[in-house]
């Protein structure tokens, strides 16, 4: 997780542009970005690409699930 975070981390616009592209890989969902936006390149989506595929897909959690007392508890 520490590769991708530093990648994501380097600042303020790139947050917005891959962080939130790795989100969506991991997640499953689309990213639609607006203008004036930095766009990404070729180069950061393919270590996007690989950060997620390492990363793997965000595990699945219902409202209300048991889990989620056991973490607000703590």
Do not use: W
């Amino acid at each position: 997780m520490l590769p991708a975070t530093v990648f994501v981390m380097q600042g303020l616009e790139n947050l917005l542009c891959y962080g939130k592209r790795l989100f969506a890989a991991r997640a499953g969902i689309g990213v639609h970005d607006r203008s004036p936006a930095l766009r990404p390149t070729p180069v950061g989506q393919a270590m996007l690409a690989r950060f997620a595929q390492a990363l793997g897909p965000l595990p699945a959690q219902r409202a209300g699930d048991p889990q989620d007392a056991r973490i607000s508890s703590s």
